[in-house]
């Protein structure tokens, strides 16, 4: 768990709240990814970065606004968001774009009143 | 549309017994195949990935491919309750996205 880690672990906001949430991977890797999963459903890709530049945005809302600063960083923004976007957020990253074998950070638990 | 299926469950062993997990993918064009572990409030934890046709053994685990049928499944031999847990499958695409299924939950009763 600590090769990805990500804050916070908890967040409740407002629909008219800023936001963000950040994940940092400790393991050297070139690929950063955001996943949103909610109860019962599959985890859904949110954005794929590699290199620090975006290579898949799978048609996310723009109230989610993700930034990658470097390879070993990864940010969610989040802005006027919706009761429905409330979910676990997973962290993860992989050697490559593309690899399968992906590590997780522990994500966040994101409740939206 | 590339879909990923899983039986959710709940598959319920014995302590000892053998879980078996199964899963089909709707693209021919898959490269290759995971299994996750998720215990109860925690990240998914790569357990198994297999490649080529046939089987796969980690330990406990087995993993077993068949693309003409387009079904990978996972064996956990001498199940233990420590096992207990969601298993996600997941697929690698041409296009080099993974997907993922829903996930059988895994009770193993001591």
């Known amino acids: 768990e600590t090769g990805v880690t990500q804050t916070p672990r908890h967040l409740v906001m407002g629909m008219t709240n800023k936001k963000s949430l950040k994940c940092e991977q400790h393991l050297g890797h070139n690929a950063m990814y955001w996943y949103k999963q909610s109860a019962k459903k599959p985890l859904e890709l949110m954005f794929v970065y590699n290199f620090k530049e975006q290579t898949e945005n799978n048609s996310v809302p723009s109230r989610f606004s993700p930034e990658c600063p470097n390879s070993s960083h990864l940010f969610l923004h989040l802005h006027t968001l919706q009761p429905e976007d409330s979910a676990l957020y997973l962290c993860?990253?992989?050697?490559?774009?593309?690899?399968?074998?992906?590590?997780f950070g522990p994500g966040t638990r994101l409740t939206v009143t | 549309q590339k879909e990923v299926e899983q039986n959710s469950g709940p598959l319920s062993v014995p302590e000892g017994a053998i879980a078996s997990l199964n899963c089909t993918y709707s693209d021919r064009g898959s490269q290759s195949f995971f299994w996750y572990r998720q215990y109860s409030g925690k990240s998914p934890e790569l357990i198994m990935s297999i490649y080529s046709n046939g089987d796969k053994e980690d330990g406990r685990f087995t993993a077993q491919l068949n693309k003409a049928s387009q079904y990978v499944s996972l064996l956990i031999r001498d199940s233990q309750p420590s096992d207990s847990a969601t298993y996600l499958c997941a697929v690698n695409w041409n296009d080099y996205k993974l997907s993922f299924g829903a996930g059988t939950t895994v009770t193993v009763r001591a």
């Open positions: 993860a990253s992989s050697t490559e774009t593309g690899s399968g074998e992906q590590y």
